[in-house]
């Protein structure tokens, strides 16, 4: 049933030619290293596109999150013991829905993520549950935040919340690189901030990611850090603990020659989008909510099947099952049936607290706190809004060179899942 010769995929880096300019520019004078003019015109652009007043290059969103997570740390709690991380033992309040590399820096730093649930209207973090999350630990400093697909949540509301408790926000805009809530850009609403561009992002640098801050101590002491932190002296002189973080002057000359191609990148995947909203605008499901006052990359287009439209689906540790029904789908059969086809979807964020790794660590949501549960347990669980989008949601191929054509077939192919 291979319906489409070429695979359609979910997103791929999609380029220019400016970006073979800066890599040359970079090669024939040698700057060949992270140093260079590419990285420098990066954090110049990257600044100013984010709003924010210092951006620091960096090897990938992951490091900036990390140091992100560090500086807050060290802002807090102080400076740590040498082997020790600048979370230790503090709980941090964190996105659950997202991507693991939102929080897995706060392990690094020995911090300890409390995951708070996901609000129905945005599918981002829900300030409710964050807020009573501030009132059964009032002493959590820190909230990482994430932006998903490119649509926003209540990070304005989100940020009121931290300020009004004394916590930093971090805000991990890794999907939403120039999407905008009040004309705010994401990547502005953090203390500390990180964007990225890994190879499936709006942008791409083929990977590499920046810090953004409008704290230049901050900014100073990322920059440090990600090259070894050495000290200001004429040998190797060391006081703290380095990494290997730098963002490659090749790789931003990548980057460089993306950045004037965001808007129309972004453009793009708003057709993609208004296609699939029009498409599927007669069956069951609902696609990304878009919030009042917010302006979306759309980065990913996605969609959830109504409740009553639902056929039964299992799913454990590493397998989905479905039993077929007439009239009905799930995420498990439409993915299947895209794979069939030769075109590439994807499955929702599967929640943190869902995740093994996390079963032993809090979760709360409007109505409380709770252990983590298992995949099991949690099918129907009440108040619980991430599980019920993984179980119903998936991720549509939005590809920006995917044509109108190739788009109606999609479509198609998901309507004849019902
Ligand atoms: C992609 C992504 C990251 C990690 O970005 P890298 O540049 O690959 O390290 C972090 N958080 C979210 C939400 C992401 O989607």
Same mark, same amino acid.
């Given at each position: 049933?291979?319906?489409?010769?070429?695979?359609?995929?979910?997103?791929?880096?999609?380029?220019?030619?400016?970006?073979?300019?800066?890599?040359?520019?970079?090669?024939?004078?040698?700057?060949?290293? =992270?140093?260079? $003019?590419?990285?420098?015109?990066?954090?110049? @652009?990257?600044?100013?596109?984010?709003?924010?007043?210092? +951006?620091?290059?960096?090897?990938?969103? =992951?490091?900036?999150?990390?140091?992100?997570?560090?500086?807050?740390?060290?802002?807090?709690?102080?400076?740590?013991? *040498?082997?020790?991380?600048?979370?230790?033992?503090?709980?941090?309040?964190?996105?659950?829905?997202?991507?693991?590399? =939102?929080?897995?820096?706060?392990?690094?730093?020995?911090?300890?993520?409390?995951?708070?649930?996901?609000?129905?209207?945005?599918?981002?973090?829900?300030?409710?549950?964050?807020?009573?999350?501030?009132?059964?630990?009032?002493?959590?400093?820190? /909230?990482?935040?994430?932006?998903?697909?490119?649509?926003?949540?209540?990070?304005?509301? %989100?940020?009121?919340?931290?300020?009004?408790?004394?916590?930093?926000?971090?805000?991990?805009?890794?999907? +939403?690189?120039?999407?905008?809530?009040?004309?705010?850009?994401?990547?502005?609403?953090?203390?500390?901030?990180? @964007?990225?561009?890994?190879?499936?992002?709006? %942008?791409?640098?083929?990977?590499?990611?920046?810090?953004?801050?409008?704290?230049?101590?901050?900014?100073?002491?990322?920059?440090?850090?990600?090259?070894? +932190?050495?000290?200001?002296?004429?040998?190797? $002189?060391?006081?703290?603990?380095?990494?290997?973080?730098?963002?490659?002057? /090749?790789?931003?000359?990548?980057?460089?020659?993306?950045?004037?191609?965001?808007?129309?990148?972004?453009?793009?995947?708003?057709?993609?989008?208004?296609?699939?909203?029009?498409?599927?605008?007669?069956?069951?499901? $609902?696609?990304?909510?878009?919030?009042?006052?917010?302006?979306?990359?759309?980065?990913?287009?996605?969609?959830? %099947?109504?409740?009553?439209?639902?056929?039964?689906?299992?799913?454990?540790?590493?397998?989905?099952?479905?039993?077929?029904?007439?009239?009905?789908?799930?995420?498990? $059969?439409?993915?299947?049936?895209?794979?069939?086809?030769?075109?590439?979807?994807?499955?929702?964020?599967?929640?943190?607290?869902?995740?093994?790794?996390?079963?032993?660590?809090?979760? *709360? =949501?409007?109505?409380?706190?709770?252990?983590?549960?298992?995949?099991?347990? @949690?099918?129907?669980?009440?108040?619980?809004?991430?599980?019920? *989008?993984?179980?119903?949601?998936?991720?549509?191929?939005?590809?920006?060179?995917?044509?109108?054509?190739?788009?109606?077939?999609? @479509?198609? %192919?998901?309507?004849?899942?019902?």
């Amino acid at each position: 049933m291979k319906v489409f010769e070429k695979k359609i995929w979910l997103a791929t880096p999609t380029m220019h030619g400016d970006e073979m300019k800066y890599i040359t520019e970079a090669y024939e004078t040698n700057w060949m290293s =992270t140093v260079g $003019q590419n990285i420098n015109e990066v954090e110049r @652009i990257a600044a100013e596109k984010a709003e924010m007043k210092y +951006a620091v290059a960096l090897s990938s969103c =992951t490091a900036a999150l990390h140091l992100c997570v560090k500086a807050a740390g060290e802002r807090l709690y102080g400076k740590p013991a *040498i082997s020790h991380g600048a979370l230790e033992g503090k709980r941090v309040f964190c996105s659950d829905m997202t991507f693991d590399a =939102t929080l897995n820096p706060v392990v690094y730093e020995g911090g300890i993520p409390v995951f708070i649930d996901t609000e129905k209207e945005s599918w981002n973090m829900d300030p409710v549950a964050l807020e009573k999350a501030f009132e059964i630990y009032p002493d959590v400093k820190l /909230v990482v935040c994430a932006e998903l697909y490119g649509f926003l949540g209540k990070i304005d509301v %989100i940020k009121q919340i931290c300020e009004k408790h004394g916590a930093l926000l971090i805000e991990d805009a890794a999907e +939403a690189m120039g999407a905008a809530l009040n004309g705010k850009q994401c990547g502005s609403f953090g203390d500390y901030s990180a @964007i990225s561009y890994n190879g499936n992002k709006i %942008i791409t640098g083929s990977s590499g990611g920046c810090l953004l801050t409008n704290d230049i101590e901050v900014a100073n002491k990322a920059r440090k850090w990600s090259t070894q +932190a050495r000290e200001n002296a004429p040998w190797y $002189q060391h006081e703290e603990v380095g990494y290997n973080y730098r963002m490659s002057n /090749v790789v931003a000359g990548v980057v460089r020659g993306q950045y004037p191609y965001l808007e129309e990148h972004i453009a793009q995947k708003k057709a993609i989008y208004d296609r699939y909203c029009e498409g599927f605008k007669d069956l069951p499901v $609902q696609m990304n909510p878009i919030i009042d006052n917010s302006q979306p990359n759309y980065w990913l287009s996605a969609m959830i %099947i109504d409740k009553d439209y639902m056929c039964k689906q299992v799913r454990d540790d590493s397998t989905a099952l479905y039993i077929p029904e007439k009239g009905k789908t799930c995420p498990t $059969q439409i993915l299947e049936t895209l794979a069939a086809c030769n075109a590439e979807g994807r499955p929702i964020w599967k929640p943190m607290h869902m995740q093994p790794m996390y079963r032993m660590h809090e979760f *709360i =949501t409007q109505t409380g706190s709770g252990r983590a549960k298992t995949n099991a347990y @949690i099918a129907g669980g009440v108040g619980d809004v991430g599980a019920d *989008i993984f179980d119903r949601g998936l991720c549509l191929p939005s590809d920006n060179k995917m044509t109108a054509e190739e788009q109606d077939k999609v @479509i198609e %192919i998901v309507r004849s899942c019902f």
